[in-house]
């Protein structure tokens, strides 16, 4: 199956722009409108799919929430296993977490701690990549569990805020299907 520029197009084409949201001055990305168009969900899902099928891949780790989204399905179509990566005191088992600096405080996340085990191959997903803290965060937790990280995978990349050159200074890999300049 090959990805075409139109299957790029049709997907940005689906992602809605909110000005001043959360926040004025602030442009979000709204990638629900995308998932709720069923070719653009399918076109997002191919794209992810071929980068991936052929990587040995164990599990697929979403990140809450809009990686839940994208990691079940890709897990699915990849026929392997789906690890949520959550915030904190939602998961029933022992956990282990992973703490990181925001600019305006620090954020937790968690995964079970039996969810990986040494050797394992985990690629990690959400749907944006902004200043990457989260992400790293998750590659920090799913290394510290012992498996390895293969790759991280967004649907959107925000190029001005860098988040892909965190990620790369850990070691892995970044792939994102659309690129975003916002000015």
Do not use: W
């Amino acid at each position: 199956m090959t990805i075409t520029l139109d299957d790029y197009e049709y997907v940005r084409e689906h992602v809605r722009q909110v000005p001043d949201f959360p926040k004025k001055g602030i442009l979000f990305l709204d990638i629900t409108t995308a998932t709720k168009d069923a070719k653009a969900f399918q076109k997002s899902m191919n794209f992810l799919y071929e980068q991936f099928k052929d990587k040995n891949i164990d599990y697929v780790a979403g990140i809450e929430s809009r990686g839940f989204i994208f990691g079940a399905a890709l897990a699915s179509k990849l026929d392997i296993g789906f690890i949520p990566i959550r915030k904190p005191n939602k998961l029933p088992a022992d956990t282990i977490k992973e703490t990181y600096d925001l600019e305006y405080g620090s954020d937790t996340i968690e995964m079970h701690k039996d969810a990986v085990k040494n050797g394992d191959r985990v690629l990690i997903i959400d749907d944006l990549l902004a200043t990457g803290g989260t992400a790293v965060a998750a590659c920090n937790l799913v290394k510290k569990a012992g498996a390895q990280v293969v790759a991280t995978a967004f649907i959107i990349e925000l190029d001005p805020l860098k988040g892909r050159e965190k990620i790369e200074a850990k070691g892995v890999d970044v792939v994102s299907m659309l690129h975003y300049d916002l000015d």
